[in-house]
DNA sequence: ACCCACTCTCGAATCGATTCGACCCCGGCA
DNA sequence: TGCCGGGGTCGAATCGATTCGAGAGTGGGT
């Protein structure tokens, strides 16, 4: 029991017929006699022969059957960000058909991971890079290196590279329209991160905005409210979105009325901010989100937000994927944002006094 | 740029070294002169090698960084389940330290997926089972065919094979008891599948429930309420729970008073069910959940359920997986649940008259 | 009878790297 | 001077399967 696994070759020899006989019984890469077919499999039978091993296969078919989909750091976003889970689940059905398995990598390796799986090292066939990461130019370069047919979520990559879009400028500036019709003058901007590795702060105009989604949705509030100051957030958490809420509302911006965040949970944190310095929101304060999930315990606010189609645009990335992996090539898709009131906006409080401090 | 990628030998050439100390220079298995490290180096920059193909490699040395997860059919509910996405989260963080990559795999091969990636085709160096899958036998006989390190989450796998484990006989006969001690007599429960493709079905008691979860907590809710009907749900969601909760209410069990869900999501449609059926919870019925998750939408109710640590039992597996790839054994953990009192169960209604039909 | 077409099977080359023992050269030490 | 030890390099074997062209056998059509 010990002793070295059984190869194709042992079943082989077992059976009494060539190793490229016995393949292609498990592969039905050819038409084999119904008798052969028997012999090949007992004997496997026999030997606890249960399959080719992969890695062998994959080395020699140039084919592993998995698809990467690169995360940033923590893989625990994934997980943890309802945009992210809902994008997967399209991306899982997706890449269905091709019968692929997920592989889910970081972007880059890390300090307390030296030897982590990224894409250089992953035995992938294709890889969907998502925009949000902030290095999504390495991982590109490192996909392309490998000739390695790739999709990208939210984010440029050039001419060549299927992309799977969402008209995140426009978006944001029909919701920063809708602030300025009820009157707000005084909006500050709660972002999403600016690069991979970011802490939470103001943002400088000189700073260098690494993330796409972040940089489009930023363009899109200030084609409004064109000087509006921006904190940019470590993450897309409700607990980020405080700490974005705190120091809008406490310091440096007197008489905000009106704070566009640039994701739902950060909206979410915003809000308890808001109420933490007894601003009462909308009266005092709107706040506007973006994506249109559903967060938890916000009830009995309903926020005033974009409807993102999360699990289309997994889908559609998977659908790419498949279709490059056949050889055909995959055209880009753009996807469009749904304009959806709650109750967190209304009209500008009136300038003087409103505020209670 | 047609041409075929550069290999290792390409590089070596191009250096005027061999193939072995080219090898060398990448893996960093053994010292190494500067002056040779450069050069080949730079051969390869020049060739545009970005380092060995993980293919090959993997197929030398027999190790491809990757961790296989297995979920059953559909991979969506990897990311759907809120008790599963905190739990990846902590299979994530606790391979972290090997830097290995998960891989998300179906466990059988569906109708639609012919080819799909399995425990069998996929290159993984060791895997993840969870056992709330229908087909944990299965699959545990396709890893130890192939001789794979395996840590079994939830389920019965046999002495050699180290589990991640919940006390879910004990911590459901709790809030059982709790039950009984308010009163209730009259219980009905709502199941998670017995099996894989299970539809939502009232439980028979010769059914065979291949699920373990399933049939844990549904034994500590009979140590109990020994004779208490059980629907089975087709899954853990709050759609399912609605329709057991409908089967409940409407029509085979007259006169219950507590339902005991087998999850927190069920628990939350069998409360829909009720009010639908114009029953007050708790006042005419109570409800109770297990996992201890926020559920969307469930204010004000606060379930009375179990809190089961999802993200600790991610990281316990991907700890022992970590350890058995290192050569080190592991030992199987298990977990306690919390129980946590909300507002949805109370003392069961006078015998007489109470519902209002 | 002959030839063609078709079904199966086989051998040998190949995929791209890793590994292990052998080997060389050089400095240090008795 | 002779020997030992170790850093650094190299050859050759190996990992386990797939692929492709060639060849053997068979049946049918004319």
């Known amino acids: 029991m010990s002793t070295r696994r059984a190869t194709i070759s042992d079943v082989a020899r077992e059976a009494g017929v060539s190793p490229s006989t016995a393949s292609v019984v498990f592969s039905?890469?050819?038409?084999?006699?119904?008798?052969?077919r028997v012999r090949v499999t007992e004997a496997a039978a026999a030997l606890g022969y249960t399959g080719p091993d992969p890695r062998a296969a994959s080395l020699r078919s140039g084919?592993?059957?998995?698809v990467g989909v690169v995360f940033e750091e923590?893989?625990?976003?994934?997980?943890?960000?309802p945009v992210q889970t809902l994008m997967m689940d399209g991306l899982a059905d997706g890449v269905a058909e091709l019968g692929a398995g997920l592989l889910l990598?970081?972007?880059?390796?890390?300090?307390?991971a030296p030897r982590a799986a990224t894409l250089t090292t992953a035995p992938v066939d294709a890889a969907v890079l998502i925009g949000c990461s902030g290095n999504l130019r390495e991982s590109l370069a490192a996909v392309k290196a490998r000739g390695i047919p790739v999709v990208v979520i939210e984010g440029d990559a050039g001419a060549d590279v299927p992309r799977i879009g969402l008209d995140n400028r426009e978006a944001q500036r029909q919701v920063a329209s809708?602030?300025?019709?009820?009157?707000?003058?005084?909006v500050a901007i709660a972002a999403l991160p600016v690069r991979s590795g970011w802490r939470g702060a103001w943002l400088d105009d000189e700073i260098d905005i690494r993330i796409d989604v972040t940089r489009d949705r930023l363009a899109g509030a200030r084609d409004v409210f064109s000087d509006a100051p921006v904190f940019a957030a470590a993450g897309s958490f409700i607990d980020e979105g405080l700490i974005a809420g705190r120091a809008i509302f406490s310091s440096a911006m007197p008489?905000?009325?009106?704070?566009?965040?640039?994701?739902d949970l950060l909206a979410a944190g915003v809000i308890r901010a808001a109420q933490e310095s007894g601003l009462r929101v909308p009266e005092d304060v709107s706040v506007t989100g973006f994506d249109g999930i559903v967060v938890d315990?916000?009830?009995p606010f309903e926020l005033t937000t974009l409807v993102q189609p999360a699990t289309e645009k997994g889908r559609a990335a998977g659908r790419a994927v498949t279709a490059m992996l056949k050889g055909v090539p995959a055209a880009s898709v753009n996807f469009t944002c749904e304009f959806r009131e709650g109750n967190t906006t209304a009209a500008a409080p009136d300038e003087r006094g409103a505020r209670v401090d």
Do not use: M, N, Y
Not at 28 to 36: D, Y
Not at 63 to 66: A, D, E, K, M, P
Not at 74 to 81: E, K, S, V, W
Not at 255 to 263: L, M, R
């Open 28 to 36: 039905g890469k050819a038409p084999v006699s119904e008798t052969t």
């Open 63 to 66: 084919r592993s059957g998995i």
């Open 74 to 81: 923590h893989l625990g976003t994934a997980f943890l960000d």
């Open 105 to 112: 990598l970081r972007d880059a390796p890390h300090a307390d």
């Open 178 to 186: 809708h602030l300025r019709s009820l009157g707000h003058e005084r």
């Open 255 to 263: 008489q905000v009325t009106a704070v566009i965040a640039q994701s």
């Open 297 to 299: 315990g916000l009830a």
